[in-house]
């Protein structure tokens, strides 16, 4: 079954940090782009970070620029999220999610269920 | 950046109906659109990629349309099942936006 499972939430006082971890499961992890996308409380849907398959490229947020890296280790089927400088309004559920590509036109076709952040002192 | 703008914010409408969500971008993104549904406390599902190609397991009441900056979203006969928040997205650039999201209720 192909799966995605978030964790490393939880409550970090602003200004902090946090690291989030995405383990894959059921497909072949080294050959897809993988994405973050977050949503605070009773809001919308916000992209966040991707990277491509290797690890080599990345692209973020302006919110999170500076302040977030994204990583992957291939050889553990693990995405990761570091997170620092923290601010309230980063609090969100934070989902992982794999990008397919067909014909050129990247969808995210796979997420997690989810990992809660709250930024809270 | 691109913005992506949905209208309406939400709708109301009733089991059996046809609806549309628009999807505006602020710039041409080609056919670089995907919709996406989310139920409550679940995770998003994608829908729509490439403006109007189906993802393979979803219903063909589900269609796409458009091209360049206006794209469109519709359910040709609304289901129980098909009350959810529904998000376009946009893929053109690497900054992959999403529009704010359109809630879909029952009248």
């Known amino acids: 079954e192909v799966q995605l499972v978030e964790s490393g939430g939880g409550l970090v006082q602003p200004g902090g940090s946090l690291r989030l971890s995405c383990a894959a499961s059921g497909f072949t992890f080294s050959s897809y782009w993988m994405h973050w996308v977050r949503q605070a409380p009773g809001k919308g849907l916000v992209w966040v970070s991707r990277i491509n398959s290797d690890g080599t490229s990345t692209s973020y947020a302006d919110s999170v620029k500076g302040r977030f890296t994204i990583s992957r280790d291939n050889a553990k089927n693990t995405l990761y999220l570091q997170m620092n400088t923290l601010r309230a309004e980063d609090t969100a559920v934070y989902y992982c999610?794999?990008?397919?590509?067909?014909?050129?036109?990247?969808?995210?076709?796979?997420w997690g269920k989810g990992t809660t952040v709250t930024v809270s002192s | 950046d691109i913005q992506m703008t949905q209208s309406p914010s939400s709708l109301s409408a009733s089991v059996g109906d046809r609806v549309t969500i628009t999807c505006r971008a602020s710039?041409?993104?080609?056919?670089?659109l995907n919709w996406y549904q989310q139920k409550p406390g679940k995770a998003p599902k994608v829908l729509i990629y490439a403006a109007s190609s189906l993802q393979s397991g979803v219903p063909s009441r589900f269609s796409g349309s458009g091209s360049g900056t206006d794209f469109t979203l519709t359910i040709s006969s609304l289901q129980p099942e098909d009350f959810a928040t529904y998000y376009c997205?946009?893929?053109?650039?690497?900054?992959?936006?999403f529009g704010q999201g359109t809630k879909l209720e029952i009248k």
């Open positions: 710039q041409s993104i080609s056919n670089y």
């Open positions: 997205q946009q893929s053109y650039s690497a900054l992959y936006t």
């Open positions: 999610a794999r990008a397919t590509v067909t014909m050129y036109y990247y969808y995210m076709d796979v």
